[in-house]
């Protein structure tokens, strides 16, 4: 199966995210702006006012922190670019896209088809995966101009809110669909079916932990 | 004596390089690995991944945005003297770790745990952290930088002589598929097993096994070395590649270091270095030369010594 290669805007049309195909290969033209952890909780916790239009001014909400520095001159250098894991932010994921119309999610690893369900496919929104992970370079390459840095001063340059003006920036994966369906719970499904042989002969440790399963279906996230 | 700017300025030079261009061993291990890649997905990720590596050299950029946690190895001959001492040394690498950070740039990804509070250059207590070894000959200091990436991919466990060479099997299994599952420990990695030891030192031996060997070296117990190949295969034969998706390769190479443990237990950890395997080496003499490579080559002889006397010491003083 080749794979399907696709340009989207980081505004897009309802129609253009209902055509995506988990797999598919983006490349994303517009604004993204960065928010993990300390963003979503100046905006939903502090309720500080978001310093951009949104979702007008772009809907592609990235769970990254660029390797960057902010000059003396108020200037900007952006060297390499990559996503950091998703499933952290689930806790605040839902109000944020109430509240900003996100409808890309771009990060690492995905969510659980759970989360896929309960509040991305609602927003008609879909996710999609860094690849690597740590295509830093290629992604560092798409990014035209710096636009903003918010918030900075007060969450530091790694949790600040960088607005970027990204041209045909990626690759990036497909990860989920408007059915809600997961693209890594499909592959685990796949890969599952060869674990009792390959655990053949192994035996679970004497001492055993709190918490422990030996059900390899299981995930660590979520 | 070596000069303390000698050593500041090498180690701006190293902390550009490990962020910037991937070691020859990884890359030829990675580059392998995507020729037997027939996972549709997982071979994307392969090819992407290259043509990152060749984005990033030509770009000078960081080939990671998530540019690790910086810190350094040094190994000294006996004989080394270093111009101001230690503390002039540690100063020097505190120093060359902040410039480089805004230098090239890196992500200041170094937060005070409980306060999440930063410098904005990889700087404060306790990082970055500076870890020592020392060789019987030589008036040398070798620096080492990894930034090692990544907040999965590692796990310790206490096991016992009862669980055998099995249950050793297993914790690296499970450690393999647990965070290997989404692609979360950014793998096909190098892996390194610590065996023994305490659960610090145990923790260490891991780290060490998978940052400061290459791929392809062997440890110099032969049967140990075959557990790396094995291992190896083990991991490869899961059925997972890069990022989670179906593929054959998870592990470019397993390394195992073990150490001297307590009689009742058999301690286990696992680290997985990442897709971005970021070293770099130098070499200083007080001469004033510098001599690069990307082998750490930190687990001679010496450092694996078993006996109470370093034998070779002895021989010559007879």
């Known amino acids: 199966m080749s794979l399907r290669e696709v340009v989207l805007s980081t505004t897009p049309t309802a129609e253009a995210i209902a055509d995506l195909r988990l797999g598919d290969i983006v490349y994303l033209d517009g604004l993204i702006y960065t928010a993990r952890e300390g963003v979503y909780m100046r905006a939903l916790e502090e309720n500080a006012n978001i310093p951009m239009e949104l979702p007008a001014e772009s809907s592609a909400n990235f769970h990254c922190s660029p390797a960057a520095v902010i000059r003396e001159d108020g200037s900007f250098d952006l060297g390499a670019v990559t996503a950091t894991a998703s499933f952290r932010f689930a806790k ?16 690492k690893g995905g969510m659980s088809s759970k989360d896929y369900r309960e509040y991305f496919v609602p927003n008609g929104a879909v996710y999609l995966s860094t690849v690597g992970y740590g295509t830093g370079a290629l992604l560092g390459r798409g990014v035209e101009t710096v ?76 | 004596m070596i000069p303390v700017s000698l050593i500041e300025s090498t180690a701006e030079t190293l902390m550009d390089k490990a962020a910037i ?9 990675l580059k392998a690995a995507s020729k037997t890649e027939d996972g549709d997905l997982s071979s994307f990720v392969l090819k992407a991944m290259l043509d990152n590596y060749a984005a990033a050299k030509e770009d000078r950029r960081a080939m990671c945005g998530d540019t690790g946690v910086p810190r350094w190895f040094v190994k000294m001959g006996n004989e080394a003297r270093i111009e101001g001492g230690p503390v002039a040394l540690e100063a020097a690498l505190r120093r060359a770790t902040a ?29 970055p952290e500076i870890e020592y070894g020392f060789e019987p000959e030589g008036d040398w200091i070798d620096l080492i930088t990894v930034h090692k990436g990544g907040l999965f991919g590692t796990d310790y466990r206490m096991l016992f002589p009862s669980d055998g060479i099995q249950g050793i099997r297993r914790f690296y299994l499970d450690s393999l598929m647990a965070f290997g599952k989404r692609g979360l420990a950014c793998q096909p990695a190098i892996i390194g097993i610590g065996l023994g030891g305490s659960k610090d030192t145990c923790m260490v031996l891991g780290k060490r096994a998978a940052t400061l060997r290459t791929v392809g070296s062997r ?68 001469d004033g030369r ?20 370093w034998e070779p010491a002895l021989e010559a003083a007879e």
């Open chain 2, 99 to 127: 410039n480089a950070t805004t230098g090239i740039p890196l992500r200041p990804n170094r937060v005070h745990p409980l306060w999440r509070t930063d410098h904005n250059n990889n700087v404060g207590i306790g990082a």
């Open chain 2, 290 to 309: 510098v001599e690069h490579r990307t082998d750490p080559d930190w687990f001679t002889d010496y450092q694996r010594r078993e006996g109470v006397e």
């Open chain 2, 21 to 29: 261009e991937i070691p020859q061993d990884y890359l030829d291990g």
């Open chain 2, 219 to 286: 440890n110099s117990d032969p049967r140990i070395a075959e557990m790396e190949d094995e291992f190896r295969e083990l991991g490869n034969s899961i059925g997972m590649g890069a990022m989670g998706f179906v593929g054959k390769n998870m592990v470019i190479d397993c390394n195992i270091e073990v150490g001297y443990c307590h009689t009742g237990g058999m301690q286990m950890s696992v680290h997985a270095f990442c897709l971005s395997s970021r070293r770099a080496v130098a070499r200083i003499w007080p």
């Open chain 1, 147 to 222: 636009e903003a840095v918010h918030w900075h001063e007060e969450l530091g340059i790694a949790q600040a809110m960088w607005v970027i003006r990204a041209r045909r920036m990626g690759p990036f994966i497909v990860a989920s669909d408007l059915t809600g369906a997961c693209l890594f719970e499909r592959e685990n499904a796949l890969i599952e079916q060869n674990i009792e042989r390959v655990y053949e002969g192994t035996r679970p440790a004497v001492m055993r932990r709190y918490g422990e399963t030996d059900d390899r279906s299981d995930e660590i996230i979520g």
């Open chain 1, 92 to 107: 605040w994921l839902p109000e944020w896209m109430a509240r900003t119309g996100a409808r890309l999610i771009i990060g």
